[in-house]
């Protein structure tokens, strides 16, 4: 079974600029987490969605956005970035059947701001 | 009251020996405690989790030890091996909200020296 994919693996902007991450969950799964890890500063809560809607969302700005499609993949968008935007990215996906609801990693997105 | 403090920050440990992680919280809500490992270029994976109920969870060399008054939980890996060589994630999350906001604390990075 695949596991979650994510792409590009590294990317490279300039300050101002926008930055589109994408997203793909294991087969089955309906729910999309995105994270944002810095150094030092462990994971943080973006965005959860679910059957293509915005669940919750953390402490981020609203230049931090995203969208579910249909097929379940998900895409994070950044604008105007600056540059603490500078960090790994991941993407988790999780299936309702589990009553734990364990969350499986992608590997992240490598986003530098310059 | 959302944070999750985990200590140390890194910790190096010869092999054969205990590495200990340790994690608290705030929040009562919480009410499933998994661990993730992560290493280099990889997402995070789910090691073990526990729930409050039990005060101690071992699987093979890994033991989550629970003190549910103290609001506290710790890792213990036993038998270290340099392949356990990583970075270490205490979590908790609230089944009141579904277990889909995961609060992380900010990482160790293990180091297991031969």
């Known amino acids: 079974e695949a596991g979650v994919t994510q792409s590009p693996t590294h990317l490279i902007k300039t300050r101002g600029q926008q930055a589109t991450l994408r997203c793909s969950p294991i087969?089955?799964?309906?729910?999309v987490y995105w994270y944002q890890q810095a150094l030092g500063l462990g994971l943080q809560f973006l965005l959860w969605y679910d059957e293509g809607e915005e669940r919750n969302r953390g402490n981020f700005p609203p230049r931090f956005s995203g969208r579910q499609f249909p097929n379940y993949s998900s895409e994070l968008n950044v604008n105007a970035l600056e540059l603490e935007d500078s960090a790994l990215y991941l993407c988790a996906s999780s299936s309702w059947t589990d009553d734990t609801n364990e969350q499986f990693f992608g590997p992240g997105t490598r986003l530098t701001v310059l | 009251q959302q944070q999750v403090k985990q200590s140390p920050q890194s910790l190096i440990v010869q092999k054969g020996g205990i590495s200990i992680i340790n994690c608290a919280y705030e929040n009562t809500a919480f009410d499933y405690f998994p661990w993730y490992q992560q290493f280099p270029g990889k997402g995070p994976a789910l090691l073990i989790a526990?729930?409050?109920?039990?005060s101690e969870k071992k699987e093979g060399r890994f033991t989550i030890s629970f003190n549910k008054s103290a609001k506290q939980f710790s890792l213990h890996i036993m038998d270290s091996q340099p392949g356990d060589s990583a970075t270490y994630f205490c979590a908790a999350t609230s089944s009141a909200g579904g277990y889909q906001k995961v609060t992380f604390g900010t990482g160790t990075k293990l180091q297991v020296i031969p």
């Open positions: 526990i729930r409050p109920d039990v």
């Open positions: 087969s089955g799964h309906t729910s």
